[in-house]
T-cell receptor, first 108, second 115 residues
Framework: RKEVEQDPGPFNVPEGATVAFNCTYSNSASQSFFWYRQDCRKEPKLLMSVYSSGNEDGRFTAQLNRASQYISLLIRDSKLSDSATYLCVVNDNNDMRFGAGTRLTVKP | ETGVTQTPRHLVMGMTNKKSLKCEQHLGHNAMYWYKQSAKKPLELMFVYSLEERVENNSVPSRFSPECPNSSHLFLHLHTLQPEDSALYLC??????????????FGSGTRLTVV
């Protein structure tokens, strides 16, 4: 089993749609979690941390489910500019484990 | 200049060449990292430097050799690479050696092609 697993997609959605990605992780003792965004041929950039109680940043909502060992990212009112690959990152004692990413394409 | 800068952005090298990748961070971070990103694969950690001390990933072939002369600069020296080493090489930095607290800041990467 992969340590951090994501559906590679691609997810193709129309503008304005709501889309959600999940990411599962294997180590129940993982301490912290992040979502990164990576545009084509660019570097990953931190999108948001994921807090135990869930957190929201504008159109983006991140959730953590420790019992089922997954995190999620919800994007509301999708914009064309949201098209990117979304990387899930799980912290195991400062050993950061990356998922392979979920590709999102938002279409007009 | 701010953030993490990497040079060159693109590099094509033959299998017998020697080249170096450079990374510089202006964030006051004291941990720096080299990652390899191959198509459709997770980022692979290659090397970690914390306070200029190396924490080595033993699975990295010796044809990759890191150097960290100070907390702001990191190099990756390359020699006798193989075509399968073609990838995006990303440098990152973090506050302390605790990326689990605040995450990484990545450089824009060097896209390496070995011919």
């Amino acid at each position: 089993r992969k340590e951090v697993e994501q559906d590679p997609g691609p997810f193709n959605v129309p503008e304005g749609a709501t889309v959600a990605f999940n990411c599962t992780y294997s180590n129940s003792a993982s301490q912290s979690f992040f979502w990164y965004r990576q545009d084509c041929r660019k570097e990953p950039k931190l999108l948001m941390s994921v807090y135990s109680s869930g957190n929201e940043d504008g159109r983006f909502t991140a959730q953590l489910n420790r019992a089922s060992q997954y995190i999620s990212l919800l994007i509301r009112d999708s914009k064309l500019s949201d098209s990117a690959t979304y990387l899930c990152v799980v912290n195991d004692n400062n050993d950061m484990r990356f998922g392979a990413g979920t590709r999102l394409t938002v279409k007009p | 200049e701010t953030g993490v800068t990497q040079t060159p952005r693109h590099l094509v090298m033959g299998m017998t060449n020697k080249k170096s990748l450079k990374c510089e961070q202006h964030l006051g971070h004291n941990a720096m990292y080299w990652y390899k990103q191959s198509a459709k694969k997770p980022l692979e950690l290659m090397f970690v430097y914390s306070l200029e001390e190396r924490v080595e990933n033993n699975s990295v072939p010796s044809r990759f050799s890191p150097e960290c002369p100070n907390s702001s600069h990191l190099f990756l020296h390359l020699h006798t690479l193989q075509p399968e080493d073609s990838a995006l090489y990303l440098c990152a930095s973090s506050q302390g050696a605790q990326p689990g607290n605040y995450g990484y800041t990545f450089g824009s990467g060097t896209r390496l092609t070995v011919v």
